[in-house]
């Protein structure tokens, strides 16, 4: 029995025995030594998303520089991996800034984000001389204002552009999408005046712009509809103004398989397909084309990480028509895998320390919370000789599931482990209750 295409990190396997391989380690050994719930992430996966964008990206006659877009994944080891490979880190809070300054990432390779960054983490920008922070609103232009009156130097900064493009999961809808919290609008005018008040603030020197569609996104046509916007607020700038862009950083977005049934563009064929596009935008527009970046994150780390759970209490129920659907209970949820509930997201699960029976029975994979929206795989289909005791890898889970953990229920976060030539190396130790108990302050 084969795994399913694409959803499953590059390094794995079943062996003769139908128990699931990643990177020559097996699933058992792995939760033998590092326990479950566990995040295993395939090193050699995430180096070589990052290194394709790298060399896809950074060609010679229309160069990019990538950042990774830590919010997906950070962890320390992670951003030294994409570090290494050549990509810059993108961060949007002071704790993200935190964690790729533990990596070693230096600030020219750093650029900051958010849309409400406190005078603090401003402030923790500019001292770690971060290559751009990224302006998204007047408030923070006042914020800015403020801080490069004492700056030794010109604060370079980006400012992030509404342009009325919206990308939803697999579907682009070229609406305008002016109700949302990030950036500036071009239809407005806020973003012209921001860049009028920018230009004007001394000490900060606005660099270009910067924005992002949405994240998931399968379909060509949303970037290349968004690129073209931003150009042509860039010729309308020059002409209007004088105003010269220097940088164009186009976001993340680029969609990962979940299912079989996803079809992702592969990194290469996006990289051709929005120089084109570029490339004929600007001549048509009689501007140079500017210096440009982009931020994937999913793209880099969706694919890489498998979860590993333990099955505990297997529940069939009897459902209207006389169906049945089998409730399999694992020992996280919601708390390491929120997108189901969040997103309605789908996924890819599977047996993992055996090979299933041939007959497979309609399940929902459930967690351990106390909440019936505590779903971890909604629909798929299992073996129906499951049993407690058995492990269950759900794929796909590099990106935005670490990150978005919490600790409802009080469950403590998972371990990390990457795997790589027949090596596991814990990278993110496991919670403990004592790390839990940690923050409470009580006298009595
Ligand atoms: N740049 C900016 C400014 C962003 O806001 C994001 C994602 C990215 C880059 C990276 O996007 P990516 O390449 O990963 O699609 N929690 C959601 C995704 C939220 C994305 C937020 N911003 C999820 O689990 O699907």
Known sequence: ???????????????????????????????????????VVDEAHVRTRAHEF???????HMPFTVHYASKAFSAIEILKWVHAEGLGVDVATGGELAMAQAAGVPGKHIVMHGNNK???ELQRAVQADVRYIVVDSFDEIDRLAQLARGASKPIDVLLRLTL????????????????????????????????IALTETPNVRLCGFHYHIGSQVFDTAGFSIAVSRALGFIAHLRNEHGFVTLELDIGGGLGVAYVPTDDPMPIADFAHELRNVIRAE??????????LSLEPGRAVVGGSTVTLYEVGTIKPVELDGGQERVYVSVDGGMSDAIRTALYGAEYTV????????????QSRVVGKHCETGDLVVRDCQLP???RPGDLLAVATTG???????????????????????GRARLIVRRESEADLLRLQVSDS
């Open 282 to 291: 600007c001549a048509d527009l009689g501007i140079p084309v500017p210096k």
């Open 384 to 386: 129906a000789d499951i």
């Open 1 to 39: 029995m084969a795994l399913e295409p694409r959803v499953w990190p590059d390094s794995a396997q079943l062996d003769e025995a139908g128990e699931l391989i990643i990177a020559g380690v097996s699933a058992r050994d792995l939760v033998r030594e590092f326990g479950t719930p566990l995040f």
């Open 54 to 60: 790298k060399t896809e990206f950074d060609d010679e």
């Open 399 to 421: 990106a935005y599931h670490y990150s978005m953990a919490s600790n409802y229920n009080l469950v403590p976060r998972p371990a990390v482990v990457a795997v790589k030539n």
């Open 118 to 120: 406190s005078m603090h």
């Open 164 to 195: 009325g493009v919206e990308a939803h999961t697999h579907e682009f809808i070229a609406t305008a999408h002016e109700d949302q919290k990030f950036g500036l609008s071009i239809a407005s005018g806020a973003a012209e005046r921001a860049v």
């Open 350 to 361: 599977r047996l993992a320390n055996r090979a299933p029976m041939d007959v497979m029975v």
